[in-house]
């Protein structure tokens, strides 16, 4: 008797979280291929393969051809039965072959001849090892989810992924991938983009319990593929079946058993910096859900509701002041329902319409109160932060031949933007008292800015797949519109702070008050363009070339609708190699390259494009205009000069962008290697080399033109370019060609000037990245699992990317590091996201049939710290405080003053299964996050200069210098229920 030897396991491991991430990144569908062989490993030609899925009916039928290849692409995820026919020989039968997210399934049918024993299949021919895929991540289903403690956002599922880390706290810690910033990755949903655009950072939050796959792309991505330079998250919702089921679950982490963070006191006063002692954090959100078929094998649905609270309470700093020891209260709360729903049209076997909306509306309330001496806290005043919105997306696939498949999709992604409050008539007033250097609020208004706005991202794409040989094609266009409107104002109109003189602290005297004025405002629009071709040719059977180009177009426009910023023609290679080392589709090497394009974020249109103004002036303080409100009279003698940093005027674009501005984009290097252990096991390495080649970034070039309007014959420039008058979109250590209309004697006329490299004195941009991964995975048998990594990667340069760590800044492009040349002195080093080790081990373990233990433990070594400071010489630079590289007037290189502690985390779940009847189902279940409750410290305080200082050139030393700023998430609790029926 011939017996099939590979288990189900085998393919329980190619689907599982360790599986290598497939190569197509936003397409939601999976597909089946392999070839009809007869029992002695010849090909059988001209046998007719049929699929079924088990849970649609969904059905389509192929036949093999002269070489016993066939195909079935375009395939929703799901489980299938896969029958072989041919007459002469016994019908070969695979019960359960599951197609993952944006998955190639690869299988042989071995058919034996009508007279031979009857074939006993026992499982089924699935390749652990994709041969053909040259991309690299992991894939993760919601199965697993309820196997493995991980906490419910796409953080979390991230970070699964070897060559992911934890970002800084000013974003979110989200998820850093291969050593891009956290403000370079892309999120998908049923192929729509999710992304946050206008800075990068982040995207919207659907109901998590949505979800019923993940896959985590690091990196090899296919020319379909872009506007990314970090990594993909792709996920895949659920769909209704033609069994009818409906359920509902509960989960909640109560702020009893949530473990506190330690706190950070001043070293001068002792007061706290960072208190933490009076945080409370109380979560818990409500699932209710049904799915089902609307006609039988037709038509199928999937709804979810999903309530939600969350409070979140905590304090802020403490100041010394003649009326005691002041601090501010914050509660926020957030009590909004998300929703979702699907639609699944099986209009025929070949085409198929899949219609996805949620909403993520919600609106935090934020209340601020005062408290002096620890006493209870008074006055509250209410602001609100209005977030998410409205997405929906149809997709439609159509299957015209055996050969030949198209789909189409059209999505909306919205995001809502606006800050507001009752008391934002009220301008915003802090006080300065010069003995601590600290900044108190009053208590008359709420909201720094006042901000309305909202993004909308409207998408096109057609998608189009041809197989010819050994070609299978894929080919397409892919169009964005992305809108932002923004109006963004100091709460009031403006902006007071006053200097305290607080030496006697019985008798503080006010004695000057600087006032600040910012609006901005507008819409604002891009448009992103691109098609691609993409070919995966069958070279040998033992070899596979991946080979595609994409060609990217990226617009940007200002309030005024004019194009400011147009990259076009910017061609990407996406190239790979798989080699089937011994043949047996068991073991592969691979290699590959790949250029990413990045487009301009929005933020740059509303900041440097918009008609911002943004202005400051110092006065004697003499009085008040309305004390209650801390309005004072600005009748005082200006104690210097006036600052404006822009005028409420829309700069023309060529005095904004270099003219010789090229693209953003990176470069990566992989090369693996994977092989099968055996049925339950497999194991893989790979080297990964990235490299940022070109950054656009706003810089200062007011020195260079002082030099080059001296030498062309306009004289002394330097009462108007002062060093900070203008600031253009440029590429760094490049030639540059930008316009002015502010020349001496030229009237307003526009006059181009051709600035050097050497000239503006500026160095390269860098971000370089290398890492090795091993990994090691075993799927779920019915009994256990595991997966467990071990990355070594270095992240180095002078520049993180769109974002900067170094000061919390989310301004895409705009963040200050370029603004000056002297910030960049000693600006080389490791850079934030650097963690030179890490180590990933998540599994679970069935103790009986009812009752599961899982298991997640986490382990990074420590962030590079580094020492900013006033520039000793660079009196521009040095006019940004404490952000140079230097300390005490020395160098101090980036990362060179060694690194936070290495940290771990250790998470646990147990779940069980309660028997309540015949098709339902009631699991409980406990999660305990950081078991250990570990609180090691993860970022610290970087300046090493007293802002208070009097001489920047001698400045004293910041006694808060070093104390932590963020540590570990400390221990707490998520208990859940879930019934289905």
């Known amino acids: 008797m011939y017996q099939i030897k590979r288990s189900a396991v085998a ?138 403690p991980v906490p419910r956002n796409l953080t979390s599922v991230a970070l699964l992924a070897p060559g992911t880390t934890q970002g800084d706290s000013a974003f979110g810690d989200l998820p850093s991938i291969g050593g891009a910033s956290v403000g370079e990755n892309g999120y998908y949903i049923n192929g729509l983009n999710i992304t946050n655009f206008r800075t990068g950072v982040g995207s919207s939050e659907p109901p998590f319990d949505m979800y019923e796959t993940f896959e985590v792309k690091t990196g090899g991505y296919s020319a379909e593929f872009g506007r990314v330079t970090g990594g993909v998250i792709n996920a895949k919702t659920k769909s209704g079946t033609n069994e009818f089921k409906a359920g509902a679950n509960f989960y909640w982490e109560p702020d009893a058993l949530r473990e506190q963070r330690d706190s950070s006191r001043n070293n001068v006063n002792g007061l706290y910096r960072i208190d933490n002692t ?27 509701f999903n309530p939600r609270s969350a409070e979140n309470n905590y304090a802020g700093e403490q100041t010394s002041t003649a009326e005691g020891v002041l601090q501010n209260g914050y509660f926020e709360k957030d009590d909004d329902a998300f929703w979702v729903a699907k639609l699944d049209w099986y209009v025929t076997e070949n085409n198929i319409l899949e219609i996805t909306a949620f909403s993520d509306e919600r609106s935090t309330k934020i209340t601020t109160y005062d408290s002096v001496d620890g006493g209870n806290y008074t006055d509250g005043r209410v602001g609100y932060e209005d977030e998410g919105g409205l997405n929906y997306t149809a997709k439609w696939t159509s299957i015209i031949n055996d050969d030949f498949s198209i789909s189409a999709q059209y999505g909306i992604n919205k995001q809502d933007r606006t800050v507001r409050s009752e008391l934002d008539g009220n301008p915003v007033v802090y006080y300065r008292y010069d003995s601590t250097a600290a900044f108190v609020p009053t208590n008359t208004w709420a909201n720094f800015t006042a901000e309305q706005g909202d993004d909308e991202r409207e998408v096109i794409r057609l998608d189009a797949d041809w197989y010819s040989g050994d070609h299978s094609v894929r080919f397409g266009v892919d169009y964005e519109k992305l809108t932002s409107n923004s109006s963004t104002i100091n709460s009031g109109g403006a902006y007071y702070l006053y200097y305290v003189d607080d030496s006697d602290p019985s008798n503080e005297e006010i004695y000057q008050v600087r006032h600040r004025n910012y609006n901005v405002g507008g819409q604002f629009d891009s448009e992103n363009f691109a098609f691609y071709i993409q070919d995966q040719w069958q070279v040998t059977d033992t070899l596979v070339i991946n080979a595609g180009l994409r060609n990217d177009t990226f617009e940007n426009f200002n309030a005024d609708g004019d194009s400011f910023a147009k990259l076009d023609n910017q061609w990407a290679l996406r190239l790979g190699a798989v080699w089937d080392v011994f043949g047996d589709g068991e073991t592969k090497a691979w290699a590959s390259y790949g250029r990413y394009y990045l487009p301009i974020a929005a933020n740059t249109n509303i900041r440097l494009a918009g008609a911002e103004t943004y202005t400051q002036e110092y006065y004697e303080f003499d009085g008040f205009a309305d004390e209650a409100l801390g309005i004072p009279n600005l009748t005082g003698a200006k104690t210097q000069p006036d600052d404006v940093f822009a005028d409420g005027t829309a700069k023309s674009p060529d005095e904004i962008v270099d003219q010789n501005l090229d693209s953003m984009y990176s470069d990566e290097f992989i ?113 256990w699992m595991l997966n467990a990594a071990y990355t070594w990667s270095h992240s180095w340069g002078n520049n993180e990317g769109y974002v900067r760590s170094d000061n919390g800044q989310d301004d895409a492009g705009l963040t200050t590091l370029f603004d000056q040349p002297g910030l960049l002195d000693g600006a080389y080093g490791d850079l934030p996201n650097d963690r030179r080790h890490q180590v990933k081990l998540y599994g679970a373990y069935a103790v009986t049939e009812d009752l599961t233990l899982g298991a997640n433990l986490q382990f990074w070594t420590g962030r590079p710290i580094n020492a900013f400071g006033y520039h000793p010489t660079d009196l521009f630079a040095q006019a940004y405080d404490s952000e140079s590289f230097f300390a005490g007037g020395e160098p101090a290189p980036r990362g060179s003053r060694g690194r936070t502690s290495s940290y771990y ?77």
């Open 11 to 148: 393919l329980a491991v190619a689907l599982s979280i360790g599986a290598t991430a497939p190569a197509l990144a936003n397409n939601t569908n999976g597909s089946i291929q392999g070839t009809s062989v007869q029992v002695n490993g010849n090909s059988l030609s001209n046998v007719t393969i049929t699929i079924e899925n088990l849970d649609t009916g969904l059905t389509r039928s192929v036949q093999s051809d002269e070489s016993g290849n066939f195909r079935f692409p375009l395939l929703p995820a799901g489980n299938y039965k896969v029958t072989a026919e041919k007459n002469g020989f016994r019908t070969t039968i695979q019960e359960s072959v599951k197609v993952g997210i944006s998955g190639k399934t690869n299988l042989d049918m071995r058919l034996a001849s009508d007279d031979v024993e009857r074939i006993e299949v026992t499982g089924t021919t699935i390749a652990m090892v994709d041969v053909t895929s040259s991309s690299t991540g992991i894939v993760v289903d919601s199965v697993t989810l309820d196997r493995v």
């Open 278 to 304: 009076q945080d409370e954090v109380d979560e818990w959100d409500v699932n209710v859900w049904a799915s089902g078929a609307l006609i039988e094998d037709k038509l199928f649905f999937y709804a979810l």
């Open 671 to 783: 090369a693996g290697y994977q092989f099968q252990l055996n049925d339950e096991w497999s194991m893989s390495i790979q080297g990964t080399y990235r490299e940022l080649s070109t950054t656009i970034e706003d810089m200062a070039i007011d020195a260079a033109v002082i030099e080059w309007a001296a030498a062309n014959g306009y004289g002394d420039v330097s009462d108007i370019w002062d060093g900070f008058h203008q600031y253009v979109l440029t590429n760094p250590n490049s030639d540059m060609r930008i316009g002015t209309t502010e020349l001496p004697g030229t009237e307003g006329e526009l006059v181009y000037m051709d600035l050097s490299a050497e000239d503006l004195g500026y160095p390269d941009s860098i971000r370089k990245y290398g890492a090795v991964d091993f990994m090691w995975q075993r799927a779920w048998d019915g009994v």
């Open 905 to 981: 985390s250790v998470d646990v779940s147990a779940s069980y299964n309660i028997d309540i009847g015949e098709d339902q189902t009631l699991v409980v279940r406990a999660d305990i996050f950081n078991l250990f409750n570990n609180d090691r410290v993860t970022e610290v305080n970087e300046i090493y200069d007293d802002e208070s200082s009097a001489d920047p050139t001698n400045p004293d030393v910041n006694p808060n210098y070093g104390l932590p700023t963020a540590w570990q998430t400390p221990r707490y609790v998520r208990f859940s229920v879930n019934y289905s029926f």
